[in-house]
């Protein structure tokens, strides 16, 4: 008998870390598929957030660098300046990456610094309960906005690839999604892409992942992916921003 489907030498036996429904683990899945697809896991050094992802170094077989809230793309630029020949990457999440950590992406992706960069926008603050983020949507609730979000009262959400591809060291910029299996198919294209990029010297490289928050979104796993398909795809459009 052939084997045609195997688990990814980058993910280790622990139990998921994850609440059920959440895609962060889907996208460690498709992260650690392509480092070993392309042969450079035992190079490859993960950068965490501070976010429910800052736990991934429990599951996952790469080493992994811990960095503070937001401060991921920095630490991410040294850990790549004296280790040149490893393939760095950051999974980051919406509150570190476009909140606290704002002038870090801009900077890293401004210095086209030859990384790839995970980020998953699930619309809230998940490790800390649930409060608005820069990219949660107009109307959608968070405990910092129980009645939803206003955009007169709380600002509008942030769109990170229309923004990132503005910026002219970015060299690679895509927004994908991981609700049916069309979509991940297509993600794990765009990753692989990212991370090729990074091989070949190409520079800084960010794909956008829309992702889910069952639990303080409130909703079930399936509403959840609903919600991402009928709701946040019309906020933040899939699709290839900058490919240089
Ligand atoms: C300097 C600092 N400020 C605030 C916090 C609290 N904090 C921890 S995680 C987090 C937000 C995480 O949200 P996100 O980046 O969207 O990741 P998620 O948990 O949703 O994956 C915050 C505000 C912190 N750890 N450090
Ligand atoms: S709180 Fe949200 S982001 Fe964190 S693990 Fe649970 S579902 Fe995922």
Request: aromatic letters at 6%; hydrophobic letters at 40%.
């Amino acid at each position: 008998m052939s084997v045609v489907y195997e688990r990814t030498k980058g993910l280790n036996q622990n139990q998921s870390i994850y609440c059920p429904g959440c895609t962060h683990g889907l996208e460690h899945k498709l992260v650690m598929e392509v480092l070993e697809e392309l042969g450079v896991l035992d190079r490859t050094i993960g950068i965490t957030s501070v976010g429910c992802s800052g736990l991934m170094f429990r599951i996952l077989n790469t080493e992994v660098v811990t960095s503070l809230h937001g401060r991921a793309p920095a630490v991410a630029t040294g850990v790549k300046a004296v280790q040149p020949d490893a393939i760095v990457y950051i999974h980051q999440g919406d509150g570190d990456a476009l909140s606290i950590g704002m002038a870090e992406t801009i900077s890293a992706a401004s210095r086209g610094e030859n990384i790839t960069v995970i980020f998953a926008n699930n619309n809230i603050y998940g490790m800390t309960g649930g409060q608005m983020a820069a990219t949660t949507m107009v109307g959608d609730k968070a405990t910092t906005c129980p009645a939803g979000r206003d955009a007169s009262l709380d600002g509008n959400p942030m769109r990170a690839c229309e923004l990132i591809s503005q910026v002219e060291g970015a060299k690679y910029v895509e927004r994908v999604a991981v609700y049916d299996v069309p979509h991940i198919i297509k993600a794990k294209k765009a990753i692989k892409k990212a991370f090729q990029n990074q091989i070949d010297g190409h520079g800084y490289s960010f794909v956008e992942i829309l992702s889910t928050c069952p639990t303080n979104w409130h909703l079930d796993p399936l509403a959840s992916m609903d919600k991402v398909k009928n709701e946040m795809e019309a906020v933040y459009p899939l699709g290839v921003f900058k490919d240089e």
